[in-house]
Antibody, heavy 121, light 115 residues
Framework: QVQLVQSGAEVKKPGASVKVSCKTSGYSFTGYYIHWIRQAPGQGLEWMGWINPSSGGTNFAQQFQGRFTMTIDTSISTAYMELTRLISDDTAVYYC??????????????WGQGTLVTVSS | QAVLTQPSSLSASPGASASLTCTLRSDINVGTYRIYWYQQKPGSPPQYLLRYKSDSDNHQGSGVPSRFSGSKAASANAGILLISGLQSEDEADYYCMVWHSSTWVFGGGTKLTVL
């Protein structure tokens, strides 16, 4: 079965960086985009960006340009996101999710369990 | 104006039906979009419910009861999630989402209270 398993919670100081992993299994890793989404406490879902594991191509939400990086390691079917120059407003649960579509066919959307990132001095 | 607008809250009684709306910005036509719906309970990730574009282009999430269904109201430029036979366990936040300009766009979410 399809699974996305994320790394554990992180506590960071303002100005630091955080890197979250998303290990996938149960499907062809290079066949589906991976999206990153975050949710601040008590708030809604905010899309951050996607990466195409086949090509490494990416697309970011404008507000994250310059401090948000997405990478992949196809050898272990794992995607990563890194956010730099953290501020308190970056405190949120960060999710990875598998795009539903591959080769013009669309299926279920699978999510990781989420990773809480707390930014505090 | 936001791409997707959802009412912030909705209340309904057990056994009744609830219709959750997701209104698209006036310059984009609901007819051309697949609308995805999620349910989220406190402390859990969003759970995919279904996708609806038309009666011939739709998808029900694995294990999602048939009392959850999707539709559109073209005159209102909106997608609709209909939950029939409401149960207490349906109390949750519900989000709609579309793929727009090569990005995912989420609505602000509707908190459904079953009382």
């Amino acid at each position: 079965q399809v699974q996305l398993v994320q790394s554990g919670a992180e506590v960071k100081k303002p100005g630091a960086s955080v890197k979250v992993s998303c290990k996938t299994s149960g499907y062809s890793f290079t066949g589906y985009y991976i999206h990153w989404i975050r949710q601040a406490p008590g708030q809604g879902l905010e899309w951050m960006g996607w990466i195409n594991p086949s090509s490494g191509g990416t697309n970011f939400a404008q507000q994250f340009q310059g401090r948000f990086t997405m990478t992949i390691d196809t050898s272990i079917s794992t995607a990563y996101m890194e956010l730099t120059r953290l501020i308190s407003d970056d405190t949120a649960v960060y999710y990875c999710a598998r795009d539903p579509c591959s080769n013009n066919r669309c299926y279920e959307i699978y999510w990781g369990q989420g990773t809480l990132v707390t930014v505090s001095s | 104006q936001a791409v997707l607008t959802q009412p912030s809250s909705l209340s309904a009684s057990p056994g009744a039906s609830a219709s959750l709306t997701c209104t698209l910005r006036s310059d984009i036509n609901v007819g051309t979009y697949r609308i995805y719906w999620y349910q989220q309970k406190p402390g859990s990730p969003p759970q995919y419910l279904l996708r609806y574009k038309s009666d011939s282009d739709n998808h029900q999430g694995s294990g999602v009861p048939s009392r959850f269904s999707g539709s559109k109201a073209a005159s209102a430029n909106a997608g609709i999630l209909l939950i029939s036979g409401l149960q207490s366990e349906d109390e949750a936040d519900y989000y709609c989402m579309v793929w727009h300009s090569s990005t995912w766009v989420f609505g602000g979410g509707t908190k459904l209270t079953v009382l």
